[in-house]
């Protein structure tokens, strides 16, 4: 039943996502952790077909994610490289499912948003969203044998299909139309679950993200001839989404 949710509403949408994307990803890590985790629940389903699924716990949590975004922070054809850009605040609802023991899967829905600010000459202050709403598949240990009074260690692996917006708002012109994608993300994680009820948990986590986005720009090139006038060409830039990620969790636990 699980497997036939997630293979209906994430794994054949994948592919078409890959040709409608403006913003083009990189997949083969994050296509290997879904299609691995796809295969642990495709088992959990053939054990389980006769018994109820055994769902763990759910929950939300929030933190700070800090991605790189060194093209936009540090290159020189950037135009918010001395911006001022926001504390990135996250924040996800998810559902965890014991696939065997103490080996859990763990299915999340997120948002998070960064800004910069800066004044661009002709544009006045112009204002840069960009946004993201990650679906997250992770594989969690949780180190039972490690347990002390209340607390259990855990540690894990995910991949991440991120769906990003960028955005431009300008005091002195028209606001142009967003531009949206998707592209892939992985990551490592650990953390602690302090239970503090049969029922409740609190848990702190770090964990961090690998990937990066393709965005294409147009830009005016000079000719060093000055009797050939200068012309426009599209350039595609790399920007790194890679960095730490640092929350706190509220989970209900199912008995």
Known sequence: MLFYLFKKYVLTNLFHML????????????????????????????????QKFKFKSFGLSMGVY???????????????KNADFSTNIFVNGFVEYTIFN???GKIAIGYWQTRAETKIPKYGKTTMLLTGTPV?????????????????????????????QYGLD???????????????????????????????????????????YQQSFIREVSN????VPSYEAEFTEFIS???????????????
């Open 66 to 80: 800090d991605p790189g975004l060194e093209y936009w922070k540090s290159d020189t054809n950037s135009q918010f």
């Open 136 to 164: 997250m598949l992770d594989l969690i240990y949780y180190a039972s044998p490690a347990r002390v009074a209340f607390i259990t260690p855990y540690i894990g692996m995910g991949g991440e299909l991120l769906f990003i």
């Open 102 to 104: 103490d080996l859990v």
């Open 170 to 212: 300008f005091e002195d012109k028209d606001n142009p139309d967003p531009v949206n994608g998707t592209t892939g993300l992985f990551s490592g994680l650990l953390g602690i679950q302090m239970q503090l009820s049969k029922q409740f948990s609190i848990d702190l986590f770090a964990e961090y993200k690998s990937g990066e």
């Open 224 to 227: 060093p001839d000055p009797e």
């Open 19 to 50: 040709k409608t994307s403006n913003i083009h990803p990189q997949w083969p890590m994050v296509m290997f952790l879904l299609l691995f985790f796809a295969l642990g629940l495709n088992a959990q389903d053939k054990r389980n077909e006769r």
């Open 241 to 255: 989404l890679s960095g730490p990620k640092i929350g706190i969790s509220l989970k209900y636990l199912f008995k």
